[in-house]
């Protein structure tokens, strides 16, 4: 099992779990599921996925073979054994090294087979007999992969402050630039966008690592998370004219249309590139659960772009404009406005929509207003207690 992705590939049980979402993914055909139903039960067969088998077969994902799951649980047996002589064999006859590489083993062991708790305490193990820096950093990139298989966000998060704790220690720049994609992908789940688009951002040219993805994902993600989190200014110089993107935009269907015509302002051609990306995005066990929050907030850029550029417009302009009905137009605006999404108003009578974008300067001035007022209050609170 390789930690760096085996020549170049996604590791194997995360392209597993991609392939056990799909299959409790509704909008997946009953036909692809058949062929998806398989290449799961291949997997866990290969890797004698036991206690996996023994849940999908609860669940009535995978039907339960009593002497499939029976020959599983020998060969694990089996094979436990034979690795703990070798950790026996490594503490009598060996030095630390090989001690510390016979106790990996097991912990790779435990991974392939899908044992979360077992493969946990045995890193844990594994790290107590290591001293460099950078195979501790190794360890916890398992663990990361372990998270994301099951997407454990609390062990996730644990296990990225403990890598940037170790970091403090020292740590080469390959392995800090991989922990920033790591992290990314966390900030991505966990529904924080504009961290994970400035960590994507900076790993664009030193990206390595395809354990978790290929690029072409990679750049993906990049492009979607930094629409909704960069103004156009910030877009322009890292996303629209980054000649990293650029060579593989074109890889993704949509994608290309969906950033330069919102760059271009081209708004009847960025509705149906959008609407292009959406099955991909509703498809992506990473991006699924926030799906209808993405969608509004992709909503909320262009519409905000739009209106940048007017004090007052016509609904039939704006309809026009996104090629659609003046009727879902006034309907989407209505929603956005409620939610004080948008700074316009709807007057319904005229047909006539009027920004009302709040004053910057004002707003600032407000603030201190507030904050002084908080801090006074504290401090005579804090008087009072000073005097008694």
């Known amino acids: 099992m390789d930690i760096a992705g085996e020549d170049g590939k996604?590791?194997?049980?995360?392209?597993?779990?991609?392939?056990?979402?799909?299959?409790?993914?509704?909008?997946?055909?009953?036909?692809?599921?058949?062929?998806?139903r398989a290449d799961v039960l291949a997997a866990v067969k290969s890797d004698d996925m036991a206690s996996l088998y023994e849940s999908l077969a609860a669940d009535g994902v995978l039907e339960m073979d009593a002497a499939l799951l029976a020959e599983m649980r020998a060969r694990i047996d089996e094979e436990v054994r034979k690795l703990d002589e070798k950790i026996a064999d490594a503490e009598e006859n060996l030095g630390e090294s090989e001690v510390r590489e016979?106790?990996?083993?097991?912990?790779?062991?435990f991974i392939r087979v899908g044992e979360?708790?077992?493969?946990?305490?045995?890193?844990?193990?594994?790290?107590?007999?290591?001293?460099?820096?950078?195979?501790?950093?190794?360890?916890?990139?398992?663990?990361?992969?372990?998270?994301?298989?099951?997407?454990?966000?609390?062990?996730?998060?644990?296990?990225?402050?403990?890598?940037?704790?170790?970091?403090?220690e020292g740590g080469d720049w390959e392995r800090k630039n991989r922990l920033k994609v790591y992290e990314g992908l966390y900030c991505m789940a966990t529904r924080n966008f504009k961290k994970?688009?400035?960590?994507?951002?900076?790993?664009?040219?030193?990206f390595t690592t395809?354990?978790?993805?290929?690029?072409?994902?990679?750049?993906?993600?990049?492009?979607?998370?930094?629409v909704i989190s960069l103004d156009r200014v910030s877009l322009k110089q890292k996303v629209v004219d980054a000649?990293?993107?650029?060579?593989?935009?074109?890889?993704?269907?949509?994608?290309?249309?969906?950033?330069?015509?919102?760059?271009?302002c081209q708004y009847k051609s960025f509705f149906i590139a959008f609407s292009g990306l959406t099955e991909q995005i509703k498809l992506d066990r990473y991006l699924q659960p926030h799906f209808?929050?993405?969608?509004?907030?992709?909503?909320?850029?262009?519409?905000?772009?739009f209106l940048e550029s007017y004090k007052s417009v016509t609904m039939e302009a704006m309809a026009a404009a996104f090629g659609v009905t003046v009727d879902f137009?006034?309907?989407?605006?209505?929603?956005?406005?409620?939610?004080?999404?948008?700074?316009?108003?709807?007057?319904?009578?005229?047909?006539?929509?009027?920004?009302?974008?709040?004053d910057a300067r004002n707003a600032f001035y407000q603030a201190t207003i507030k904050q002084g007022d908080f801090l006074l209050n504290r401090i005579q609170k804090l008087s009072r207690v000073i005097d008694l």
């Open 116 to 168: 979360k708790e077992k493969a946990l305490e045995q890193l844990k193990v594994t790290e107590g007999k290591t001293v460099a820096v950078g195979q501790k950093m190794d360890l916890v990139f398992y663990t990361l992969q372990i998270g994301f298989f099951y997407m454990d966000f609390d062990l996730i998060s644990k296990s990225i402050d403990k890598a940037k704790n170790l970091f403090e």
């Open 102 to 109: 016979a106790h990996l083993a097991k912990s790779l062991y």
């Open 10 to 36: 996604q590791q194997p049980h995360l392209v597993l779990a991609h392939k056990l979402f799909l299959l409790s993914h509704p909008d997946v055909d009953d036909l692809a599921k058949v062929d998806l």
């Open 196 to 206: 994970a688009a400035s960590l994507f951002l900076d790993s664009i040219s030193t």
């Open 292 to 305: 209808r929050y993405y969608m509004r907030e992709v909503r909320t850029v262009v519409y905000s772009q």
């Open 329 to 358: 137009i006034d309907q989407e605006l209505s929603r956005f406005i409620a939610a004080g999404k948008l700074h316009c108003k709807i007057d319904k009578v005229a047909g006539v929509l009027e920004t009302n974008r709040p």
């Open 210 to 226: 395809y354990e978790l993805f290929t690029y072409d994902t990679f750049i993906f993600y990049t492009v979607l998370t930094s």
């Open 243 to 264: 000649p990293e993107i650029l060579a593989v935009i074109g890889k993704v269907p949509h994608l290309s249309e969906f950033l330069n015509s919102l760059y271009n």
